[in-house]
């Protein structure tokens, strides 16, 4: 079987046609970071967690999350894929009163 480089199909923009998206910078998660089966209040404490976010301080996920072109990505993230269920204006607005608020993450229900 032929091995090729995921820089083969995923480019610096989303290829409709194929399906294949893409954006500057394109590449996978790592599995560490990984949200699926996890309540909202873990996944708000893994993004705060400095060993897990590449040392950002809320700041700078404050930055992160309105300048990252793969974060800004899920806003047009193509054919087939759906969109978050706020624009990108009201996501950015939403991020600015949570990090002014001291980035509160919500309590695990038990």
Known sequence: MAVMRCTQCHQEHNNDMAGVPG??????????????????????????????NGGRS?????????????????????VGRARPPLTRDEFEKAVEIWAKAGAPCPPDKS
Do not use: Y
């Open 58 to 78: 809320i700041a700078d996920l404050v930055e992160h999350f309105k300048t990252d072109e793969l974060v800004l990505w899920g806003f047009s993230p193509g």
């Open 23 to 52: 954006a500057p910078n394109w590449h996978v998660a790592p599995r560490s970071m990984a949200w699926e089966g996890l309540t909202a209040g873990e996944i708000c404490r893994r993004v705060l967690d400095k060993q897990r």
